[in-house]
């Protein structure tokens, strides 16, 4: 008779055993730990069969980094230490966001406004996003209207045309919605988005929509640590969008770029160097076809953005010089949005820390700051590197790194 899997809150367990049943719940070897964390596969082995004891805090954060786990009790087994370097603190709007999400259209007497008349609001908000420093204040505003008013267009269409059109609006608003949402402590509310927003592209019929709730969608895998389940959106959204490679349509041809690179992000997870740097290349050769001064509004996809593409895939392979290298051709300057720009020099500041370049990383921290202080303050990569120079012996890098830290709200009690 099989016996069942233990539970990793059993007190008795030890350190090694709660992390290889963490390490196996992900579906991940070994290497693939090893290398996410910069140890060797012997040293994840050691430490799960006990030869090693509990690695330092350091350590311990990078462990919860790669597995995904969001108190540290979860792999120690001591009192609860809930780590918010995945979910951000929560914004103080993410309750009006939910309550929009949450409400039923069919209950509202207000008569729907045109489609064409959402899909206006729609590309300002878009416009808003890339624009502000503070785009996730800018979101939290505009976005409870647009959900309410948008959900309503949907419920009212009384033919099959305008019903199509509001429903692309709808997944549209839906794909704005998971960037306010990613990242705070709102899993929930993701997922429900991130499934309505599918359904709601099926609905429309309309490819651009498919593709874009399709991305997110895989993103949402990726990051839940179901790498297969990212794997099947990705394959099946390639093969529908490849029907439409030889169309005129700009936006369907990014979408489909940017679902490229993201099949390369997941294979750099897995440390599957050549299908990684394969993918980058297919979305290189999609973008050099698109018009110079392209941008996709939802994924950033574009020529100016595969630089930066190629810094995340040198990272995520964990190649400390390649990282460093690709870091500094791709400037941050050429991407117009701040949020992406931001996110950009954070992976940045990843690969310099990567190379054991600590003063460079927090140099490039600090810039990401300046673009957008609301996507370095959610970003949980860049709440990493400076939780773990507070621990620095070296003062000045330590005062540093506090400096930061205190910017960031990560010293507000």
Do not use: C
Not at 236 to 242: K, P, Y
Not at 380 to 409: C, K, M, P
């Amino acid at each position: 008779m099989p016996q069942p899997t233990p539970d990793p809150a059993d007190a008795a367990l030890t350190f090694g055993q709660r992390l290889k049943i963490q390490r196996t719940r992900r579906g991940m070897t070994r290497d693939v730990l090893a290398g996410l964390v910069g140890k060797s596969a012997s040293w994840v082995k050691a430490v799960e069969t006990g030869r090693l004891q509990t690695p330092k805090l350091a350590i311990l954060l990078r462990l919860a980094e790669a597995l995904r786990v969001r108190d540290l009790a979860q792999l120690t087994g001591d009192q609860s230490m809930p780590i918010s370097l995945f979910t951000g603190p929560g914004h103080p709007r993410l309750p009006q966001v939910r309550a929009a999400i949450n409400a039923l259209p069919a209950l509202s007497p207000r008569e729907a406004p045109p489609v064409a008349h959402l899909r206006a609001r729609l590309d300002q908000a878009w416009s808003a996003r890339h624009s502000s420093p503070h785009h996730r204040e800018v979101l939290g505003q505009l976005l409870p209207a647009l959900i309410e008013d948008a959900q309503l267009a949907a419920h009212q269409a009384d033919d099959r045309t305008t019903r199509r059109a509001a429903q692309a609006i709808l997944a549209e608003v839906y794909a704005l919605s998971q960037f306010f949402i990613a990242y705070q402590p709102a899993q929930d509310l993701l997922w429900r988005v991130a499934e309505r927003g599918m359904i709601a592209a099926h609905d429309s019929g309309d490819m651009h929509a498919i593709g874009v709730a399709a991305w997110l969608m895989a993103q949402a895998h990726r990051d839940a640590g179901d790498w297969d389940a990212a794997d099947v959106v990705t394959s099946h959204s390639l093969e529908l969008l490849g029907r439409y490679a030889d169309s005129d349509a700009v936006n369907v041809a990014a979408i489909r770029g940017a679902m490229l690179f993201e099949d390369g992000y997941t294979a750099a997870r897995r440390g599957e160097i050549g299908t990684a740097w394969g993918r980058w290349d297919a979305a290189n050769e999609v973008a050099a076809r698109l018009p110079g001064d392209y941008y996709h509004p939802v994924t950033s996809f574009s020529q100016a953005i595969m630089g930066a593409h190629a810094v995340t895939i040198a990272v995520e392979l964990r190649a400390g010089g390649e990282s460093v290298r690709q870091a500094a051709r791709a400037a941050s300057t050429q991407i117009p949005s701040r949020p992406r720009r931001a996110r950009h020099e954070i992976e940045q500041a990843r690969a310099y820390y990567l190379d054991a370049q600590p003063e460079a990383a927090l140099s490039v921290l600090e810039a990401a700051h300046e673009a957008a202080p609301e996507t370095i303050r959610f970003n949980g990569y860049a709440r990493r590197i400076v939780l773990e120079e507070l621990d620095e012996r070296d003062g000045r890098r330590q005062r540093r790194a506090s400096e930061l830290a205190d910017r960031l709200g990560l010293l507000t009690v």
